[in-house]
């Protein structure tokens, strides 16, 4: 995360949180000076029961949200200084013109600073990799792929 000529008045150290098809994670805790390194790899696992067309997958993901968040551990509960949002579908499956048809290439997005961040909006680079898989769910002895 980028944020030049941001210097940050609380020294306590921030993690950014993460919340993608309904879990909740959050990376390790750096030092409060930008730019801030998160190189970690945050996985989220997801079964969709009764999905079989792709096109209704993209439909579900479509109304979900992730919701990215660099949170400073200022007490009593930690400040958000600034909040990114989009839908999942387009946030696990950027336009294609983002990527180049490459997988994994990183992008940049800007954060939506809260009230109390002074300075500019963080700039966040960052990827993501998708992988869907059908499965076997057994119902009593009939299989259904």
């Known amino acids: 995360i980028t944020c030049p000529g941001v210097l940050l008045k609380d020294k306590q ?6 919340f993608v098809l309904g879990q909740y994670s959050k990376t390790e805790c750096v030092p409060a000076v930008f730019p801030l390194f998160f190189q970690e790899k945050l ?10 067309d792709p096109g209704d997958l993209v439909k579900l993901l479509e109304f979900d949200t992730a919701v990215l968040q660099l949170i ?3 007490p009593p509960v930690g400040k958000v200084l600034a909040t990114y949002e989009e839908n999942t579908r387009d946030f696990l499956f950027p336009d294609p013109k983002l990527t180049h048809g490459r997988r994994g290439l ?3 997005i800007l954060m939506k ?3 109390s961040f002074t300075g500019i909006a963080p700039k ?3 990827s993501t990799i998708s992988i869907i898989s059908d499965s076997l769910l057994s ?3 009939n299989h259904i792929q």
């Open 72 to 74: 400073q551990l200022v």
């Open 13 to 18: 150290e921030l993690y950014l949180n993460v």
């Open 106 to 108: 990183e992008r940049e």
């Open 124 to 126: 966040l680079r960052f």
């Open 113 to 115: 600073r809260s009230p």
């Open 139 to 141: 119902l009593g002895r």
């Open 43 to 52: 996985v989220f696992e997801k079964e969709f029961a009764n999905i079989v």
